[in-house]
């Protein structure tokens, strides 16, 4: 077997998931979404991260 | 007879393919922009942008770090030190004097966090792909990967889940260094490093290759813009642990016993789109860029090596433990060492220490548990 059907199976699934995400989240919105660059926005960084303490 | 300037291997796509799959690409980023917003179109790009490089580059962390212990090769290791120092000379400084919009990867220091950089070191080396490495391998078509990944997701979740219980072990308050001092301690220390390991060098193996500096170049760039862009860091685990709890609770499970999970700002993200999640979104962006650099390089034409069974049991578990011990670390090879060391939080160079030493005993157990020939 090579490479390619690793890659199909995987990129399928990863594509299955974020569908399933669209179907079972808050629905998206564009208009509220926060600008293109943080830096200058005026507003304080909001996205989480591995490096962050339970609780923040 | 004349030769052709470049071979190119049987199953790569021609050049009007390559630009059909860059087009691709962006039409994917603008529709997530659409739908979602511009900040995670571009998010989704930037891990696109790394995905391509780390895979076409040939730029990594566990490889380069089983080079230098087995070959005494510090090539790999010297390019991320110039990779960090560059991050760090542009995010110190953008930091200082953006602290309310930009924010560093800052975490302290602990037993649990030491301890749990030791054992993601050892199991690194084991699966042969650190937080980064498991996704762009598993992206290009590695079989070991791709079966460590769902396993290393389930651990991220499970790691996160029981955080604070690890946390109350024992931890330091959050150490960071600032400012010019603290850029030029950094500095220093990722100088140290290098020449350490320029002097432990085998000898004929002090050159570090063309693209490896290239590839340091793009990959500091595109975290640079990671940081402008969402405002932290690059960071990769704590995307793969949401996805595991996103999906436990869609069949039901109630989060609210972790004290991680049931946070509000946890509690925001379970209930939001992964498509407006910064680490979902480069590490989804890794997947789709490997994919592609490694079908541009050779078709994906490459064999999928498989093991035995006691290999594929070590790699689940491994996987499992890798998600598990990079939460208690505060992050893999880039949330904690390359994003915390660049901007300036103590608990990365004790990662870089704890994960390292790890790394030894994970070269040492890959022949014990039937992953490679006894040397």
């Known amino acids: 077997m090579t ?50 303490l339970p609780g923040n | 007879m004349t030769q052709p300037m470049m071979a190119v291997p049987a199953g790569a796509p021609r050049p009007w393919a390559r630009g059909l799959t860059v087009l691709a690409g962006l039409v994917a980023a603008l529709a997530v922009a659409a739908m979602a917003g511009p900040r995670y179109g571009a998010l989704l790009l930037i891990g696109f942008g790394l995905g391509i490089a780390l895979e076409g580059l040939r730029f990594g962390f566990t490889g380069p770090w089983r080079r230098m212990i087995l070959f005494r090769d510090p090539s790999g290791l010297v390019a991320q030190m110039v990779c960090i120092a560059i991050v760090a000379l542009v995010a110190f400084p953008l930091l200082t004097a953006n602290g309310a919009e930009l924010t ?17 070191g050892a199991c690194m080396q084991i699966v042969l792909g650190c937080g980064s490495g498991t996704l762009v391998n598993a992206g290009s078509g590695n079989l070991v990967s791709a079966v460590a990944l769902p396993f290393f997701a389930i651990g ?15 931890t330091l308050p959050v150490a960071v260094l600032s400012g ?24 004929g193996k002090r050159t570090v290759p063309g693209r490896l500096w290239l590839a340091a170049l793009v990959i500091a760039g595109l975290a640079v813009l990671h940081i402008v862009v969402a405002g932290q860091p690059w960071g990769v685990v704590y995307g793969l642990g949401l996805w595991v709890a996103k999906g436990a609770t869609t069949l039901g499970a109630d989060l609210s016993g972790s004290a991680f999970w049931a946070a509000p700002g946890n509690v925001e993200r379970l209930e939001q789109s992964l498509l407006t999640d910064v680490t979902s979104l480069t590490d989804l962006g890794l997947i789709a860029g490997a994919a592609l650099a490694a ?18 049991a070590a790699i689940v578990m491994a996987g499992l433990l890798l998600g598990y011990s990079s939460r208690l670390a505060f992050g893999c090879n880039v949330g904690a060492f390359f994003s915390g060391v660049s ?25 014990v548990l039937g992953l490679e020939d006894r040397r």
Do not use: N, Q
């Open chain 2, 343 to 367: 901007t300036g939080s103590l608990h990365g160079w004790a990662w870089f220490a704890a994960a390292f030493a790890g790394s030894f005993v994970g070269i040492r157990l890959r022949p």
């Open chain 2, 156 to 170: 991220s979740f499970a790691g996160a889940y029981h955080l604070s219980w690890w946390t109350d072990l024992g």
């Open chain 2, 295 to 312: 079908w541009w390089r050779d078709g994906l034409s490459a064999p999928a090596k498989g093991l035995s069974i006691r290999g594929w």
């Open chain 2, 180 to 203: 010019t001092s603290g850029l030029a301690v950094t500095l220093a220390g990722l100088a140290a490093v290098a020449v350490v390991a320029m002097i432990l060098a085998a000898p």
């Open chain 1, 3 to 52: 490479r390619l059907p690793v890659v199909i199976v995987l990129l399928l699934a990863v594509a299955g998931l974020v569908a399933l995400d669209v179907v079972i989240s808050v629905p998206l919105d564009p208009y509220g979404a926060p600008p293109l660059l943080a830096l200058g926005s005026g507003e304080a960084a909001s996205g989480a991260h591995c490096a962050a």
């Open chain 2, 104 to 120: 560093g990867a800052h975490a302290p220091i602990g037993f649990a966090m030491v301890g749990g950089a030791f054992v993601f």
